[in-house]
Antibody, heavy 118, light 110 residues
Framework: EEQLVESGGGLVQPGGSLRLSCAASGFTFSSYWMHWVRQAPGKGLVWVSRITGDGSGATYADSVKGRFTISRDNAKNTLYLEMNSLSAEDTAVYYC???????????WGKGTTVIVSS | QSALTQPASVSGSPGQTITLPCTGTSSDVGGYNYVSWYQQHPGKAPKLLIYEVSYRPSGVSNRFSGSKSGNTASLTISGLQADDEGDYYCSSFTSSHTGVFGTGTKVTVL
């Protein structure tokens, strides 16, 4: 079964850093682009970032550019999101998703919660 | 990277057909056929319903269909059922090679 499991969320102070992980199983991880999508409490989905299958290319939403870094370790079947200079506006559930083809995100994890608060 | 525009809520009775619009610009919805739709139930992860404007993944009911005209994409749900209640989001690729989601529509079955 194709599965994504996020981890690494938690409570962090404003200005702090956090690294999220997304462990993939049941499919050839390196063959697919991957995305991070977040959802603030009671709000809608917001696209955050995506990375190519070999990790050579990435794009970011303007709201996180320069603060967040997406990466992957295909040997470990794991996707990462390094988050720096966090603010309250980054509080959200963070989902990772597989891109089957041409921005078709067909497999999603259950999400990990990040709370930025003092 | 402004969010695509969706109505906040749409409602219908069981068995009815409803249409959810999603309005963007020529830099996203109007410029590419990489529009997808997602259903989200409370506390759950999103589920892919439609990709590339009008294609349904295997396992998704044929009661869900998608279309696009100009800068507006639409999701139509026919034969509305109680389980269709939830939030629906459109999404598009953009000219900046980024992604964008819609503001979301809450569907209520009366």
């Amino acid at each position: 079964e194709e599965q994504l499991v996020e981890s690494g969320g938690g409570l962090v102070q404003p200005g702090g850093s956090l690294r999220l992980s997304c462990a993939a199983s049941g499919f050839t991880f390196s063959s697919y682009w991957m995305h991070w999508v977040r959802q603030a409490p009671g709000k809608g989905l917001v696209w955050v970032s995506r990375i190519t299958g070999d990790g050579s290319g990435a794009t970011y939403a303007d709201s996180v550019k320069g603060r967040f870094t997406i990466s992957r370790d295909n040997a470990k079947n794991t996707l990462y999101l390094e988050m720096n200079s966090l603010s309250a506006e980054d509080t959200a559930v963070y989902y990772c998703a597989r891109d089957l083809h041409l921005w078709r995100r067909d497999v999603w994890g259950k999400g990990t919660t990040v709370i930025v608060s003092s | 990277q402004s969010a695509l525009t969706q109505p906040a809520s749409v409602s219908g009775s069981p068995g009815q057909t409803i249409t959810l619009p999603c309005t963007g610009t020529s830099s996203d919805v109007g410029g590419y056929n990489y529009v997808s739709w997602y259903q989200q139930h409370p506390g759950k992860a999103p589920k892919l319903l439609i990709y590339e404007v009008s294609y349904r993944p295997s396992g998704v009911s044929n009661r869900f269909s998608g279309s696009k005209s100009g800068n507006t994409a639409s999701l139509t749900i026919s034969g509305l059922q109680a389980d269709d209640e939830g939030d629906y989001y459109c999404s598009s690729f953009t000219s900046s090679h980024t992604g964008v989601f819609g503001t979301g529509t809450k569907v209520t079955v009366l």
